[in-house]
């Protein structure tokens, strides 16, 4: 994981389609024993394309270690995905709400 933007900031490589993808980091929680992190993808202002336009939602990835290197994967199952988009949500709220 690079940090080439900052701390808040975090710069991917999709390894399905070898596209960079910028993201920032919003939270982060620990659900049984494992970390998952809560991102916003980067939107380029500059970018004309309709495509790029597109809003995109909450992003969530599962922290793994891999070699002793932490490695963002995303989340295959569709339960395991809503529980913890639900989390985040409450999180998010009882920030808001403090």
Known sequence: MSE???PNFVSL???ETGEEIELEFIDA?????VVYRAFFPVVD?????EEDEE????IILKAEMVNGEEMLVQI???NEINT???LFMEQILED???
């Open 13 to 15: 490589i999709d390894d």
């Open 45 to 49: 202002e500059d970018s004309e394309s």
């Open 96 to 98: 808001e709400e403090d």
């Open 76 to 78: 295959e199952d569709e």
């Open 84 to 86: 913890v988009y639900d």
């Open 29 to 33: 929680l620990e659900y049984n024993g």
């Open 4 to 6: 080439d933007f900052g």
């Open 55 to 58: 809003e995109y939602g909450l």
